[in-house]
């Protein structure tokens, strides 16, 4: 089944503590994105990758790591998470580009005490 | 670069209503226009999209047309049901910039 799979989807950590939150996509998918989603503010992008090795900043990238060395898989890193880091995370990727229709993951709910 | 407006929620509907759900937007050139939406614990998904000025988009029942002299993408629905509640998110996309802007996006409720 084609599908965007993300790990965990709870997590309740403590400011400071280094996390990863795992992306994976098995449809052989260029671009990948990673959104944030907030009560008022809607989704906000946090980065994108286009190809292996290339990331870019979203709209709100402060806080956040990526990695691309694999095709398949866009983790997000936070290395000191901090409470105004609490929010619904998303993964997304598609064919090639924001253009093309976005495939999302089911969401990570992260809670920083 | 881009932006959009869209319709502040939330809106609750009876069912079998007619639904609009504004949507204006900010882009320089042409974009493809898109509207997703986001069911209850679920990941957003593609609903519809239109790629030039005066293409109608649609799917489930909902419509949306690219009005390039108005900058809008305004979607519609005939007659409303019960599991078309959701949150809706309207996205102008500019071929050649790979960031993507969402909409803050507006919640439907949908009465029996």
């Known amino acids: 089944e084609a599908q965007v799979t993300q790990n965990p989807r709870y997590l309740i950590t403590v400011t400071g503590k280094k996390l990863t939150v795992t992306c994976s996509q098995n449809m052989n998918h260029e671009y990948m994105s990673w959104y944030r989603q907030d009560p008022g503010l809607g989704l906000r992008q946090i980065y994108y990758?286009?190809?292996?090795?290339?990331?870019d900043k979203g709209d709100v990238p402060e806080g956040y790591k990526v990695s691309r060395k694999e095709k398949r898989n866009f983790p997000l890193i936070l290395e000191s998470p901090s409470p105004n880091q609490t929010s619904l995370y998303f993964c997304a990727s598609s064919l090639a580009g924001a253009h093309n229709e976005q495939f999302f993951g089911p969401g990570t709910r992260l809670t920083v005490l | 670069g881009d932006s959009v407006t869209q319709m502040e929620g939330p809106v609750t509907l009876s069912e079998e209503a007619f639904l609009t759900i504004n949507c204006t937007y900010t882009a320089t050139g042409y974009p493809s226009l898109f509207w997703y939406v986001q069911y209850p614990g679920e990941g957003l998904q593609l609903l519809l999209k239109?790629?030039?000025?005066?293409d109608k988009g649609s799917n489930k029942g909902f419509e949306a047309t690219y009005r390039k002299e108005t900058t809008s993408f305004h979607l519609e629905k005939g007659s409303v049901q019960v599991s078309d509640s959701a949150v809706y998110f309207c996205a102008p996309v500019n071929f050649g910039n790979e960031k993507l802007t969402f909409g803050t996006g507006t919640r439907l409720t949908i009465i029996p």
């Open positions: 239109a790629t030039k000025a005066d």
């Open positions: 990758s286009m190809n292996v090795e290339v990331t």
